[in-house]
């Protein structure tokens, strides 16, 4: 089944402890994207990657690392979460780049305490 | 910048009507507009996608349009069921000729009503 996975599913954490989502997709998509996803500000794009070692800055990348080493997996890392990092976290992915359909993970829930 | 508005009121209908939404951008008429749905807590479904040379797209009860002269997209659910209660997004590029990036509407609320 094609599909985006997102591990974990739901973390609490507290604020400094270093932490990683994981992302992995098993299409063979080039693009992958990490949102976070806010009450009153929708959607907002973190990172984004249009291939192996291609990784570029979205509109909220303060705070956050990416890194892709292979195709199929995108993690996010947080060195130093603080509590304005609560969100929920959405990893996207699709072929060539931002223009094709986007497939969506199911979603990663962060608490920063 | 471009931004997107989308009716943040929510939108409530009887079931068998014909639900329309409103995706209206603010700067430059973008290359291309995508629908999704998404569900509460779970990631944004796409629907469809619209190109600016393409006045009309449909897919079953879905229908897309695209007025680059009024900035904006419409989005119509006909027959609608009470399955299809969800928030509809519209995404489009923030800048002409940009294909790394999508920016997005907050959404509208659907709620159809058995």
């Known amino acids: 089944e094609a599909q985006v996975t997102q591990n974990p599913r739901y973390l609490i954490t507290v604020t400094g402890k270093k932490l990683t989502v994981t992302c992995s997709q098993n299409m063979n998509h080039e693009y992958m994207s990490w949102y976070r996803q806010d009450p009153g500000l929708g959607l907002r794009q973190i990172y984004y990657?249009?291939?192996?070692?291609?990784?570029d800055k979205g509109d909220v990348p303060e705070g956050y690392k990416v890194s892709r080493k292979e195709k199929r997996n995108f993690p996010l890392i947080l060195e130093s979460p603080s509590p304005n990092q609560t969100s929920l976290y959405f990893c996207a992915s699709s072929h060539g780049s931002s223009y094709n359909e986007q497939f969506f993970g199911p979603g990663t829930r962060l608490t920063v305490l | 910048s471009q931004k997107i508005e989308q009716n943040s009121e929510a939108l409530n209908i009887q079931e068998g009507k014909t639900a329309t939404l409103t995706c209206n951008y603010t700067n430059y008429s973008p290359a291309y507009l995508q629908w999704y749905r998404q569900d509460p807590g779970r990631g944004p479904v796409f629907l469809l996608l619209?190109?600016?040379n393409e006045k009309e797209k449909r897919k079953e009860r879905l229908k897309v349009t695209f007025d680059t002269t009024l900035k904006q997209s419409l989005f119509h659910i006909t027959a609608s069921q009470p399955a299809d209660s969800a928030t509809y997004l519209c995404?489009?590029?923030?800048?002409?000729?940009?294909?790394?990036?999508?920016?997005w509407g907050l959404g509208t609320s659907l709620a159809v009503n058995p």
């Open positions: 995404a489009l590029p923030p800048h002409a000729g940009n294909n790394r990036k999508l920016i």
């Open positions: 990657s249009m291939n192996v070692e291609v990784t």
């Open positions: 619209i190109r600016e």
